[in-house]
């Protein structure tokens, strides 16, 4: 792999190398895209890259220092995250960071560490990381990846160099999926609903009957207004059956309403789900734009109960409840 294999992010593969051509990498970098848009493969590739033995600006892949990146193993390259069974960066693991980064490389002329997702420090951790970054050893280039560059310190973000990953556009994320296997009709689908995240659209692909799965929801949310008190609690069983494996089934709700918004306002060539296009444009003519407003509020409203763990059945009837009449509390 190399920087080839970084999809859709060419100005930001083209700063990176000429940072490394010109041997004027940073002390600090800023890496900041929505999830799956390919920042934690960039940041790889571009160790790899300043890593690499043969080639001047990307990987060659057969030189010890690339095949010790490969292999997940090169000492002088190390990623911190969130722990197992904790939800923070700790202090601790960043007081870690700057005891290693006190020695020398070991194969290399410097060291790299990316810290993953960014905004996941805890504050004592972030003011530690601080004092790092405003003397940092001249041999260490520190990665830091984020969604929101708006929850880092603001001190923290003016000591790094900023690279702002685009988001990819629907052509090379099909392109990609075609290429996957999916066929035309499949991937105009996934390749919108993962809504210029690649990431999200190769996580959608590993799901098993996720298209069936898909089927059985929207059938459902096409009829809502006729279903009964034990097809509701049938869905629910369904859709927590769901949840719990990781199937994406907030984001297939929230686009099934945002797309009768989009016909509501003439926007068809923005549909998601074009292959219930005449199904979205029946809801369109019965709900207003305040019931569609109300029901992404009220799927925005559960998925939050549920992160805060209100027991799921019970978030998941009352929201179907509400969606079979959104003009009614």
Known sequence: MSFDSVIGQKEAVEILQDEIEKNRISHAYLFSAKKGSGKTKLAFEFAKASFCEESKVDSCG???????????????????????????ISIDQIRELKKEIAYKPYDSDHKIYIIEPAEKM???????????????????????????????????????????LSSVSQQKIKDLLLAEGLNQEQAAIISKTAAGSPGRALDII??????????????????????????????????????????????????????????KQDYLDAVINKDYLEDLKIMAEKLSLQNIIRSLELITESEEYIERNIREELSLEVLFFKLRQPDQE
């Open 62 to 88: 057969s030189c010890l220092n690339c095949r010790k990146m490969d292999h997940q193993n090169h000492p002088d390259f190390k990623t911190i995250s969130i722990l197992e069974g904790k939800t923070a």
């Open 122 to 164: 805890t504050k004592q951790a972030a003011n530690s990381l601080l004092k790092t970054l405003e003397e940092p050893p001249s041999f260490v280039t520190i990665i830091l990846l984020t969604e929101d560059s708006g929850k880092l310190l603001p001190t923290i973000v003016s000591r790094c160099q900023q690279i702002k």
């Open 206 to 263: 590993k799901i098993d009957d996720y298209f069936e799965h898909r089927q059985e929801i929207y059938d459902f949310l096409k009829d809502i207004k006729s279903k009964n008190t034990i097809e509701i609690f049938k869905i629910t069983e369904k859709v927590v059956s769901l949840l719990k494996s990781g199937f994406p089934c907030f984001n297939l709700l929230s686009d099934w309403y945002r797309d009768i918004m989009l016909i």
